[in-house]
């Protein structure tokens, strides 16, 4: 089982949701969707929440570009970043572990490849429907996604994405291949 720690609000996250099915569907892998909050993780391991429009981010733009043409996937980076997803996650970490693969991907391209913006709770009632946004006001879900981050941190993680094959950590769209390679062993030696 592929565990897949994200934050819609992860760029490269979303590269890698593109790319985590064909992955899986390759190696007769099971993929548990656990969305999480990156700005939790970012505060517990010291990591800087906001980027000014310096070297690092300017050079993240053009990677994340390059990352796009190579996959063929579009990418328009929001005019707001980091993008506050706490509603967005909220609604994923409530939803069934069946639909959360498909629920997420409505939300990772609407924002990255159409650009809304779903910190807006119009646009994200829009993309997930009433009953979704209306579930957010039980609390539930914060307590959710404040355990899975803990789970997360606990384990490792200290950014978006993050698989886990058993114990071992892959950061990174950029690791997947990693990824593949422990589970083809693991394979071989079981």
Same mark, same amino acid.
């Given at each position: 089982?592929?565990?897949?720690?994200?934050?819609?609000?992860?760029?490269?996250?979303?590269?890698?949701?593109?790319?985590?099915?064909?992955?899986?569907?390759?190696?007769?892998?099971?993929?548990?969707?656990?969305?999480?909050?990156?700005?939790?993780?970012?505060?517990?391991?010291?990591?800087?929440?906001?980027?000014?429009?310096?070297? #690092?981010?300017?050079?993240?733009?053009?990677?994340? =570009?390059?990352?796009?043409?190579? %996959? &063929?996937?579009? *990418?328009? @980076?929001?005019?707001?970043?980091?993008?506050?997803?706490?509603?967005?996650?909220?609604?994923?970490?409530?939803?069934?572990?069946?639909?959360?693969?498909?629920?997420?991907?409505?939300?990772?391209?609407?924002?990255?490849?159409?650009?809304?913006?779903?910190?807006?709770?119009?646009?994200?009632?829009?993309?997930?429907?009433?009953?979704?946004?209306?579930?957010?006001?039980?609390?539930?879900?914060?307590?959710?996604?404040?355990?899975?981050? #803990?789970?997360?941190?606990?384990?490792?993680?200290? =950014?978006?994405?993050?698989?886990? %094959? &058993?114990?071992? *950590?892959? @950061?990174?769209?950029?690791?997947?291949?990693?990824?593949?390679?422990?589970?083809?062993?693991?394979?071989?030696?079981?």
């Amino acid at each position: 089982m592929i565990e897949f720690f994200y934050d819609i609000g992860s760029p490269y996250s979303y590269l890698a949701s593109e790319r985590i099915g064909a992955l899986a569907e390759r190696t007769d892998s099971k993929v548990w969707w656990r969305p999480f909050l990156l700005s939790g993780v970012f505060r517990e391991v010291g990591a800087d929440l906001g980027m000014s429009l310096g070297p #690092q981010q300017r050079n993240m733009v053009r990677d994340l =570009g390059r990352w796009a043409e190579r %996959l &063929g996937l579009p *990418l328009r @980076f929001p005019t707001v970043f980091p993008v506050p997803t706490a509603d967005a996650m909220g609604v994923l970490v409530l939803a069934d572990r069946a639909d959360r693969a498909n629920l997420s991907h409505v939300l990772f391209r609407a924002l990255w490849a159409e650009g809304r913006d779903i910190s807006d709770l119009s646009v994200l009632e829009d993309l997930v429907g009433k009953e979704r946004i209306a579930s957010l006001k039980q609390g539930e879900a914060k307590v959710k996604l404040e355990r899975i981050t #803990q789970e997360a941190i606990a384990r490792g993680a200290f =950014g978006s994405p993050s698989f886990f %094959l &058993g114990d071992s *950590l892959f @950061f990174g769209n950029d690791r997947l291949d990693f990824l593949e390679e422990a589970i083809r062993r693991s394979e071989t030696v079981g």
